[in-house]
């Protein structure tokens, strides 16, 4: 056979296709993941009604799995991982194939070109890939990736469809603690006996967790890996969702505008990241913005922002020192805005000792309620002063509902920070109301007064300028203005031109 027959052909930039977005009767979609060797097929179980994500891959002879068995013990031999990290995809396919051929020609096997391709999908799945779950992280749609143990199918979060169950199960603890070494070793990290949790990074983004449990009785190691959604999500996007309407987001436009100290907060997961990277988007263009993360999530499209990443830490405790000495630093260079993925630690502290001194602050802090929050941050190992607790002006609460057809995610409350010394520590400008799912507005905003106080513009002129912006957001969603930089260019011309701005989106 000649050689130049035996050419792997793989894409893993599968044909977009747009997906149906109801949940009909008969729902049963497939489409490309990686072509042209795996698919993702969606459809409703007859029986159970239950929607389900099916991974469908080359389906190998007896022959070709004990071949595949023999290739893949030869290149583990042979194979330089090591060497393999720095080259690009095209590169890394050439060496395994390269290698392939050589061990093909030693064991004498002759193989169709058929199976040759299936054989180097698998080759290629199994060594850089990541296995039986690399079909999934090819998936434009899918957010989220949760595996509960050995023997228990994986589930994943679809853009579109929502929660579904996926056939693909991890059949041994064996295989599944090699998974999660391997994906631990992809973060440049190691899960062990000894280090038995995973919080991490994979190298495009996506974040890892992940637990190492040997006890047989449990279902052995878990893993979940929230995907890197290249493309920020803009307050229209939240407007359209309806994580909070144009008027809050004006709010927050405002508020950002005015360099109002802002903090998210809520459970895991509930979007406390998301909302503040999409508020980011009403920072002004010329702006200075610091931010710091341990892993990388934020994303605006600011020519002046200046990203960091805390040195990749073994422990968590090494990690909150990191994050602290790099605070100090950044305050140093006295940036407009800065920004803080997450707060935890001793770091907290010196965050609120820059809001304090004037810079404004934005983060997201891990608490289910207002008090919670302010109970954690006035004890160990924060302990902050109660009168440097004000120093924030705003907090916003996020919630996620999850449950059997609704995935939904709003801002459940917005609060304005009272002075210490004042008998009701908060303001609720907005709240959520569960039942109806719709925001309610109080009368009052702190904020506006501190606006006023600062700059001696009127309240009416204020309330006046919310209006507008609250006007251009709606127009801005109607017109699906979803694509960030689309966004932050006409933000930009608001601050720069505004009249040009009204007159173009046709507000009076
Ligand atoms: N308002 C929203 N609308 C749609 N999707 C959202 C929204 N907020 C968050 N998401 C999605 O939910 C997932 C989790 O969001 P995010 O990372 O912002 O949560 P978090 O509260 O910061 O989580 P953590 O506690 O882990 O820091 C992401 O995949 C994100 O794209
Ligand atoms: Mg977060």
């Known amino acids: 056979m000649a050689d130049d027959v035996l050419k792997f052909h793989i894409s893993f930039k599968p044909k977009f296709i747009n997906l149906p977005d109801i949940k009909t009767g008969n729902l049963n979609v497939r489409y490309?993941?990686?072509?042209?060797?795996?698919?993702?097929?969606?459809?409703?179980?007859?029986?159970?009604?239950?929607?389900?994500?099916?991974?469908?891959?080359?389906?190998l002879t007896d022959d070709e799995k004990s071949l595949l068995k023999l290739l893949q013990l030869g290149l583990e031999e042979v194979l330089n991982m090591d060497f393999v990290g720095d080259l690009n995809k095209e590169k890394i396919i050439e060496y395994l194939e390269e290698n392939t051929k050589s061990i093909l020609a030693e064991l004498g096997a002759k193989i169709t070109p058929e199976t040759y391709q299936k054989l180097m999908y698998y080759i290629y799945r199994d060594s850089v890939g990541f296995n039986k779950v690399e079909p999934l992280l090819n998936d434009y749609y899918i957010e989220d990736i949760e595996?509960?143990?050995?023997?228990?199918?994986?589930?994943?979060?679809?853009?579109?469809?929502?929660?579904?169950?996926?056939?693909?199960?991890?059949?041994?603890?064996?295989?599944?603690?090699?998974?999660?070494?391997?994906?631990?070793q992809k973060c440049g990290k190691y899960i062990s006996y000894a280090q038995p949790f995973l919080d991490a990074a994979l190298p495009d983004g996506s974040r890892v967790n992940a637990s190492y449990s040997s006890d047989i009785t449990t279902k052995g190691p878990t893993f979940t890996i929230r995907k890197f959604t290249e493309k920020?999500?803009?307050?229209?996007?939240?407007?359209?969702?309806?994580?909070?309407?144009?008027?809050?987001?004006?709010?927050?436009?405002?508020?950002?505008?005015?360099?109002?100290?802002?903090?998210?907060?809520?459970?895991?997961?509930?979007?406390?990241?998301?909302?503040?990277?999409?508020?980011?988007?009403?920072?002004p263009s010329e702006a200075r913005i610091a931010s710091i993360e341990d892993t990388r999530e934020i994303n605006l499209a600011h020519s002046n922002w200046i990203p960091a990443v805390s040195r990749v830490s073994l422990g968590s405790k090494v990690g909150d020192i990191d994050l602290f000495s790099l605070l100090k630093e950044t305050f140093r260079q006295n940036p407009d805005y800065v920004v803080v993925g997450e707060v935890r630690g001793k770091e907290t502290f010196v965050l609120f000792q820059g809001m304090a001194s004037g810079h404004s602050c934005y983060s997201t802090f891990h608490a289910g309620s207002f008090s919670t929050l302010i109970r954690r941050l006035e004890t160990p190992p924060i302990n902050l002063p109660p009168e440097l607790v004000d120093s924030l002006d705003i907090i916003t609460l996020m919630i996620h509902i999850k449950e059997k057809d609704k995935n939904i995610r709003r801002v459940q409350e917005v609060d304005e920070i009272l002075p210490y010394s004042s008998e009701e520590k908060k303001n609720v400008v907005f709240k959520w109301d569960a039942a109806k799912d719709i925001f309610l507005e109080s009368k009052e905003s702190v904020i506006l007064k501190k606006i006023h106080a600062k700059t001696g513009k009127s309240l009416e002129e204020l309330e006046t300028e919310l209006s507008t912006r609250e006007k251009v957001l709606i127009k801005l969603?109607?017109?699906?203005?979803?694509?960030?930089?689309?966004?932050?260019?006409?933000?930009?011309?608001?601050?720069?031109?505004?009249?040009?701005?009204?007159?173009s989106l046709k507000i009076r």
């Open 147 to 184: 595996c509960n143990g050995v023997n228990s199918p994986i589930y994943i979060v679809h853009r579109v469809y929502e929660n579904m169950r996926t056939n693909i199960v991890f059949e041994s603890v064996d295989e599944l603690r090699d998974f999660v070494e391997k994906l631990a």
């Open 477 to 503: 969603a109607e017109l699906n203005i979803t694509d960030y930089k689309k966004f932050s260019e006409i933000i930009d011309l608001y601050y720069h031109n505004k009249k040009k701005v009204l007159e």
């Open 32 to 59: 490309p993941l990686i072509s042209p060797f795996a698919f993702a097929h969606i459809f409703i179980d007859k029986e159970t009604k239950e929607l389900l994500y099916y991974v469908e891959e080359p389906i």
């Open 232 to 283: 920020p999500l803009t307050p229209v996007n939240l407007i359209l969702n309806r994580t909070l309407t144009p008027r809050m987001a004006a709010y927050f436009w405002l508020a950002i505008d005015y360099k109002m100290n802002i903090m998210a907060i809520g459970e895991t997961a509930s979007g406390k990241t998301t909302f503040l990277n999409s508020i980011l988007h009403f920072v």
